[in-house]
Nanobody, 124 residues
Framework: QVQLVESGGGLVQAGGSLRLSCVLS????????MAWFRRAPGKEREFVAV????????VYADSVKGRFTISRDNAKNTVYLQMNSLKPEDTAVYYC?????????????????WGQGTQVTVSS
């Protein structure tokens, strides 16, 4: 079975940075599109960023574009989310997710496997 484990969450002041990591327990890591979603308090889970398994294609939600960077290291079975210029509005539980296949999607329902989430809290 495929398992994902997120790490790197924590408390940071507005304007600060955090880097989230997610390890996929699957030897064919490169065949999965990897994405980050988040769930803010009182809100539904929303798309943040995705990186496809081929060509380094990345797509971001408008709310994080220019501030967040998603990347992957296939040799380490790890996807990262570098979060800069954090805002209180970024406070949420961040979830790593994987979709079998190399294409990307913004749709939550298109993803097959989910991590448990890691809390990111941005103080003002």
């Amino acid at each position: 079975q495929v398992q994902l484990v997120e790490s790197g969450g924590g408390l940071v002041q507005a304007g600060g940075s955090l880097r989230l990591s997610c390890v996929l327990s699957e030897r064919t890591f490169s065949t999965y599109a990897m994405a980050w979603f988040r769930r803010a308090p009182g809100k539904e889970r929303e798309f943040v960023a995705v990186i496809a398994g081929s060509f380094g294609i990345t797509v971001y939600a408008d709310s994080v574009k220019g501030r967040f960077t998603i990347s992957r290291d296939n040799a380490k079975n790890t996807v990262y989310l570098q979060m800069n210029s954090l805002k209180p509005e970024d406070t949420a539980v961040y979830y790593c997710t994987a979709r079998y296949g190399t294409t990307w999607s913004r749709r939550e329902s298109d993803y097959d496997y989910w991590g448990q989430g890691t809390q990111v809290t941005v103080s003002s």
